[in-house]
């Protein structure tokens, strides 16, 4: 995942053809086999009927089989170069939704959203801060007032030591 | 036989008007466009977004809005198409080819105009022939052991995976992936703990909105961000005057509509990307029988009525294999098993039968729902454009706050909305490696119906595994399957499916 793009071109003309479905499918086959470990503990078969584990290992070994087989075509085959990961946009967006996670319940809903807003403003580098403030104190006094009283949902507005 | 039609469409009707399940449609229809029309976020990622503000509501109604929601958000993406050039989703590509060059001639009203006209006329057709072929598929699916049910829904991927755009073999590996997750938390049968690693929240398994929402909405939000992928928004500045056609408009544009609606009618019923292939496939064929085929690609009026009613039919013949049978047949009707699912409804036969005032409910509803969009949404489209110019820098982190909100008010739980983020990661990776997160879906969706039909099946056949080529239905159903697979796979046929739509892209 974090293949460094001009290495990347070089590979293409290089011993690995297709370096967009190579690493997809070797990213597939370390999700199987983690799979096949995560299940390894339940039990399997019995007589003819299924244990818990005999479904998720027959699907982790077909998408092992899978995997494989994408790995090798990219291997083979000629096919795109790796593409370019955005770092900026998916780091702030995600840490905006983690926050939001971590702050929901402590915080309730008005900080929250605002603080989240701005966080995720951040993965643009576009933004332009003044507007986006006044934007994004508009979103929270919407958000205060169409989730828990328009919809009707259990959101608590004002932080805990408040309440 | 043909009073059953009216007699069960009188009922769906009498459920549809009630002043609440209305109120719920249009809600669904309006919420559907606005967010629809938004820049970059296509029906799928619109049903995903707004699947948790429909839990609350009893079943009848979430079921009535989040189709509204999905009749919106089509209709939406095609205003997009239109005046932007921006198509929301792929069904509406080619609408952008020739609607837009119709805006820029200053001819967008009649073009947005033929789009709903043509979308709603399909979709009273398609609405019919659901009410029509609804009982006695249901009847055929009665008749449906467990080995049949496992060939069946084998056979609905196996259509997904060949009508879908891309590699045959990256999308059957997405609908492994997918069924895998479907199967962390409880095991059905002993209720053993799968691969949930003693974390509480996955115990009950993963979330389907949860996955749902990540894999198209954060995804998506997060894509848009990409250096490169700033879209040029050369939205039409003209203003709108005049949304009425000409009478020769109509002219042109209603044998069009005619054939649109025939050929999407058929593609919807057919699993895998139904809607999609439908306005491919009606373009093409629309440039192949004109007089004039230069015409098409400079604001032909047939290229924007033809693809959208063909949209518009096949998006709702498509309710036809969930309500019957109980598979669903693309992403969007996989949203639609999963919001059943919250609401105890396990889509299939069964349902027809047992709660038909739900199942036709909302058949009487879609039919409602288009008739808003083209009362309510033409006269509304300045709105819609004004929503047009807000840029992405602000209009995103609603969107994140939003999601999140949506997210955590399913079950109240924080850990749903890190999942989420964990899901919005692996679909952004997906997409940079060309996997199409649309069949994951579709797994996650019948991995657990799958898993449960082939144990039955094992079960009864004492774990004799040729039980699925023993039984004649189900040895069609395989044999289907197979042969599709194998032509999927022929170099011939893939060159020319590949073609489709590279034509229709460029």
Partial sequence: MSEAPGSATENARGLIKGPQDFYGGLALVAIALFALWASSDLAGTRGFSFGPGTAPRMFAVLLLGLGAAVALSGFLQDGPPLQRFGIRGPFFVTLAILAFSVAIRPLGLIITSFVCFLIAAAGSDETKWKETVIVGICLTVGCALLFPYALGLPLDLFPRILR | ?506
């Fill in chain 2, 1 to 506: 036989m043909d009073f059953d039609i009216f007699s069960h469409l009188g009922l769906g009707f009498s459920v549809a008007f009630s002043p609440v399940n209305l109120g719920l449609c249009l809600i669904g229809a309006l919420v559907g466009t606005l967010v629809g029309v938004l820049p970059g976020i296509g029906t799928i990622a619109t049903v995903a977004m707004l699947l948790p503000i429909t839990f609350g509501l009893p079943p009848v109604g979430a079921l009535i809005m989040l189709a509204g929601i999905y009749y919106g958000a089509q209709y939406g993406g095609s205003t997009t198409s239109i005046l932007v050039n921006i198509p929301g989703e792929a069904g509406s590509v080619v609408t952008a080819l020739d609607g837009f060059q119709m805006a820029k001639q200053g001819r967008a009203g009649p073009a947005l105009a033929i789009a709903a006209i043509g979308s709603f006329f399909a979709g009273c057709v398609a609405t019919v022939l659901i009410a029509i072929l609804g009982a006695p598929l249901t009847k055929l699916a009665l008749a449906f052991g467990p080995a049949e049910y496992f060939s069946l829904m084998v056979l609905g991927l196996i259509f997904a995976v060949v009508l879908a755009k891309g590699s045959v073999l990256k999308a059957i590996a997405m609908i492994a992936f997918g069924v895998l997750l479907s199967m962390v938390g409880s095991d059905i049968e002993t209720g053993a703990s799968r691969m949930s690693f003693n974390i509480p929240e996955l115990a009950d398994g993963l979330g389907f909105a949860t996955v749902a929402m990540g894999l198209f909405g954060f995804a998506e939000i997060i894509r848009n961000l990409d250096p490169g992928a700033a879209m040029d928004r050369d939205l039409v500045q003209q203003k709108i005057s005049g949304l009425m056609p000409t009478k020769k408009d109509i002219k042109d544009s209603t044998p069009a509509i005619l054939r649109g609606t025939v050929l999407g009618s058929i593609l919807g019923i057919l699993p895998g990307g139904g809607a999609v292939i439908a306005s491919f496939a009606a373009y093409t064929f629309e440039k192949k029988i004109s007089k004039h085929p230069e015409r098409f690609g400079r604001g032909a009026i047939e290229g924007v009525a033809a693809p959208e009613s063909a949209n518009n039919a096949a998006a709702q013949t498509s309710f036809i294999p969930l309500l019957t049978l109980g598979i669903p047949p693309n992403a969007v009707m996989a949203l639609m098993v999963g919001a059943m699912t919250i609401h105890g409804i396990v889509p299939g036969p069964q349902v027809m039968q047992k709660q038909p005032e739900l199942v036709w409910g909302m058949i009487a509803s879609m039919w409602i729902g288009n008739l808003m969009l083209l009362v309510i949404n033409l006269p509304m489209v300045g709105i819609w454009v004004r929503l047009l110019r807000v840029p992405y820098r602000l209009l995103f982190p609603c969107i994140v706050v939003f999601c999140s909100i949506g997210i955590y008010s399913v079950n109240n739980a924080p850990m749903d909305v890190v999942l989420t983020a964990a899901f919005g990661l692996v679909g952004y990776w997906l997409v940079k490696h060309d996997f199409e997160p649309a069949p994951m879906l579709l797994g996650m969706v019948l991995g657990p119906l799958m898993e449960e039909n082939l144990r039955r099946a094992l079960l009864i056949s004492r774990g004799d595994w040729s039980v699925f080529l023993t039984r004649p239905l189900s040895a069609t159903l395989m044999a289907i399957a197979a042969f599709l697979l194998l032509l999927a796979v022929l170099p011939s046929l893939r060159k020319k499916r590949d073609e489709v739509f590279v034509e229709s892209e460029s």
